[in-house]
């Protein structure tokens, strides 16, 4: 009896949306080394569709509020923010509220830890 094979082909067809927005509020030091980012008081955790959108969300976060870019990646659509947990908070409402009225994605509740 012969078994034969079978061939899946997956495809992604990314719609315009926030997927993941996550803020860690004073998480422990060793986290940023082990992400190799500088150290803050607030990790923020966006993962975009299309993934080239980081580029926006990235520069809409750095001129709203005062956090800088700890990774961004425009071919997965990650970006992570430090800074203070009020900061990163701001900043990743700003991105939100502009890719959901201007851009019409759909956007993700911010959720923390």
């Known amino acids: ?6 061939r899946f082909i997956q495809e992604f067809v990314p719609g315009k949306q926030v997927t ?3 803020i860690i509020a004073n998480p422990d030091p060793d986290m940023f080394d082990k992400l190799g980012i500088q150290q803050g008081g607030a990790i923020g955790i966006l993962t ?3 993934s080239e959108t ?4 990235g520069d809409l976060a750095t ?3 005062n956090v800088s870019i700890g990774f961004l990646d425009r071919f997965t659509g990650s970006l992570v923010l430090v800074g203070n947990v009020a900061e990163v908070g701001m900043a990743m409402q700003r991105i939100n509220t502009f890719l959901s009225e201007q851009l019409g994605y759909t956007p993700s509740v911010i959720t923390k830890s």
């Open 1 to 6: 009896m012969s078994e034969e094979k079978k």
């Open 20 to 22: 993941l927005s996550h």
């Open 48 to 50: 975009l569709t299309p």
């Open 54 to 57: 980081v580029i926006i969300a």
């Open 63 to 65: 001129k709203s509020a």
